[in-house]
């Protein structure tokens, strides 16, 4: 990745640490980080919230 970003591994380290605290990727020494995968309800949920709030914003605009 810090490669293909032109970036150090330092900084790929400090982005993959940010998504690790949001929940986002599971990093596991020695081994790698990971996408998280959510369960069925949780997928549910985020896409009803995201429905909520995307219908809100539109009626603002």
Known sequence: MAAIFDV??????QALAALEREGLVT??????AF???PT???ARDVFTI???VESRVVARI
């Open 40 to 42: 069925v309800d949780e």
């Open 35 to 37: 996408v998280c995968q």
């Open 8 to 13: 150090s591994r330092a900084r790929i380290r």
């Open 50 to 52: 995201r429905r909520s």
């Open 27 to 32: 990093i596991i020494p020695n081994r790698g």
